[in-house]
């Protein structure tokens, strides 16, 4: 598919992430046209559709999956309507992006993973963590050449003070009808590590704690028991001997915490996500910030890989929905950790 035949993608759900990325990136796409959208209501669905340009309102998410002037579709909803939505798309004959995390579980992610496997010619990608698209591949190159030595620990640490206020209401990320297992922001770190270590952890040990047992909820008014954990630990190990250890908490009333630190025999990697900076040290000295190369900085181009995998058939990379089950396995087995 050339730019002289303009790519026709219609918008399942339009968030703040829709709005604040994907439709602006698409826009900027030469041969792209934003051709129908389908919000949570007509009005909204409106707002949207006025504000990017978009073409034509659907009443229902699949009437955008079953019109024949739509080739592609953005799934931009919360996590409870991944699956059905792309099921049905791939069975169209659609190409999908779906906003990340994959699904509600595994089983739901699996069947994705099926129906793309069944449409090998459509392109069937999942929206990538962001925040260490500039660091990846200066972190793999590292590992890969040894500068580590034996890789010993894997240590994940995101915090911050989001539920400590037991009043506020429930939000979308605590409601399991709508997150199902994604616990915090666990699956969209370990998405980050899946990229850089190799193998995936086992023997996982969890313990995890609700602090508000119930909250608000904001489209009922009605109180609403909150089954996800608030704060959660994991730990792990790979097979090549080396520890994950990670702590998530959205009750950190101190300063928040946001870093990844791969340890290793000879030097360590800390990544300080929150500030976008990869520092690096030999054992025993200093550590030094890493400075990238602007070649080796990807960016955003999360609408532009998924137009080019279309268009020029490049394979998908960020993300592709194997790796999708992965990380989803990982969530669900802390899930059931948490909850054994």
Not at 298 to 308: I, L, Q, S, Y
Request: charge should be negative; aromatic fraction near 6%.
């Amino acid at each position: 598919m050339s730019t002289d035949n303009p790519l026709r993608i219609g918008f399942i759900g339009a968030g703040a992430n829709t709005r604040l990325r994907h439709l602006p990136g698409f826009k900027e796409i030469p041969g792209v046209e934003l051709a129908m959208v389908a919000n949570r209501s007509k009005e909204s669905s409106e707002k949207v559709a006025s504000e990017f340009g978009i073409r034509a309102v659907a009443g229902h998410w699949s009437d955008i999956v079953e019109s024949s002037d739509i080739d592609a579709v953005m799934i931009g909803t919360w996590p409870c309507l991944h699956a059905e939505a792309t099921i049905a798309a791939l069975n169209a004959g659609k190409h999908v992006l779906t906003e990340a995390r994959m699904a509600m579980n595994v089983q739901e992610a699996e069947a994705m993973l099926a129906a793309s496997k069944r449409h090998p010619e459509l392109v069937a990608q999942i929206v990538p963590a962001p925040f260490s698209l500039n660091f990846d591949t200066a972190i793999r190159k590292r590992l890969d050449a040894g500068e580590l030595g034996e890789l010993l620990e894997v240590c994940v640490t995101q915090t911050g003070g989001q539920y400590v206020d037991s009043s506020a209401p429930m939000t979308w990320r605590q409601d399991r009808e709508l997150s199902g297992v994604n616990i915090l922001t666990l699956g969209i770190y370990h998405e980050m590590v899946l990229r850089w270590v190799k193998g995936d952890p086992e023997r996982i040990q969890a313990a995890g704690a609700v602090f508000s047992p119930q909250r608000l909820d904001p489209e009922t008014g009605r109180r609403k028991p909150v089954e996800l954990p608030e704060s959660v630990s994991v730990l792990g190990r790979y097979p090549s001997g080396a520890r994950l250890v990670y702590h998530f908490s959205g009750v950190e009333t101190g300063l928040p915490r946001n870093e990844i630190r791969l340890n290793g025999s000879k030097g360590a990697l800390r990544f300080d996500v929150a500030a976008g900076r990869l520092f690096h040290c030999v054992a025993g000295e200093a550590e030094a910030e890493v400075e990238i190369p602007p070649g080796e900085r990807r960016g955003w181009r999360v609408e532009a890989d998924f137009v080019d995998s279309i268009r020029e058939g490049n394979p998908v990379e960020l993300t592709d929905f194997e790796t999708g089950v992965r990380y989803m396995k990982f969530t669900e087995t802390v899930w059931s950790a948490v909850n054994g």
